[in-house]
């Protein structure tokens, strides 16, 4: 009997369900924990150069406890915020709320609300080019903070082009409007102090300035660091240590941004793509000085950091209205 190109799978990572898209013929997936926030916990994929396949993630490598502890937000979708709030507390026409805080030791609200919640199959899409896993859940206003009904589909495509993540956000009260950014914190592995980060060099990026408690100032200057043109630097145990933000100044309505980090021990690249949605990355080289893994963490987000406060591309969606976007990752 002739296998399928691709196939979608429950699987359990101990009492948690999560599926895997799988190409049967490549040997390319994507495993996504159902049950914490759809959670992007593994990615191989085929390399466009090399013919090899490439394990793309640092992972949790599938422990229960692990995912669940969630220290380092491994491959953790961000909503209804990316990044940290101030002090978990913002203003919204007029209605002030406080977050939960979760970013000791400085006082801040970090990375939104999905982890821990469990998703809902909404939809599969198989066919002999690619598939979708489609998923729901729906933000009932009984979050600390955050008083506001909103529906999230998240679907997950493996196809030839990679691994794509779209999304459609749904305000669902009845007449008030609601903020919101979108955001992942992917750690891809690779040999982290050889690596070279290039940012698309289509739009010059803007460095945004943190304070001590990492939230923006207000101030953005142009930066060309992440140019490609040199490593990380520092060496195998300790490398150069970053961990900041940047902006495309290209106009939100033009094309994609194409990101790519050079791995010198493989000479692949992995891409990084977002659409006109997302026209901030943030960048964290800390993953051997924290927690002893070799990779860089490049988060594609919707906002700025503390946008519910700076409204730096902070979006508002009005009763029934919908924010679409999606970003995604293929390797060279």
Known sequence: MEVSSYSVEEVFFGRLKAHVIRNNQSGEYVQIVTDFGGKVEALRLLSRSTGTLRDVLLTDN???????????????????????????????????????LNDPPRQNSLHGFLDGKKLTVFYTDITDYYATLTLLYDFDGSDQGYPYTMRLLV????????????????????QAPLPLTVGWHPY?????????????????????????????????????TFSGSSEIGGNTTDPTFYDVEYKSVMPSRDAMLVSKLYDAATNQAVVLWQDSSFRLIHIFT???????????????????????????????????????GAFGVYVE
């Open 155 to 174: 679907s997950y495509t493996l196809s030839g082009a990679g691994l794509t993540l779209s999304f459609d956000i749904t305000n669902n009260m009845a």
């Open 62 to 100: 599938g422990n229960e406890t692990a995912i669940t502890e969630n220290k380092f937000w491994k491959g953790m979708l961000l909503i209804p915020w990316a990044n940290r709030i101030a002090y978990g507390k913002y203003t919204f026409y007029n209605d002030t709320n406080q977050l939960p």
């Open 286 to 324: 800390g993953a051997m000085k924290f927690f002893g893994e070799d990779g860089i963490a490049l988060e594609p987000m919707s906002g700025m950091a503390d946008a519910f406060n700076n409204h730096d591309h902070l979006t508002i969606l009005s009763a029934g209205e919908t924010w679409s």
């Open 188 to 224: 891809f592995a690779c040999s982290t102090y050889q690596a070279r980060v290039e940012f698309d060099p289509s739009t010059p990026w803007n460095l945004v300035e943190l304070n001590a408690n990492m939230d923006p100032t207000g101030m953005t200057h142009l930066d060309s």
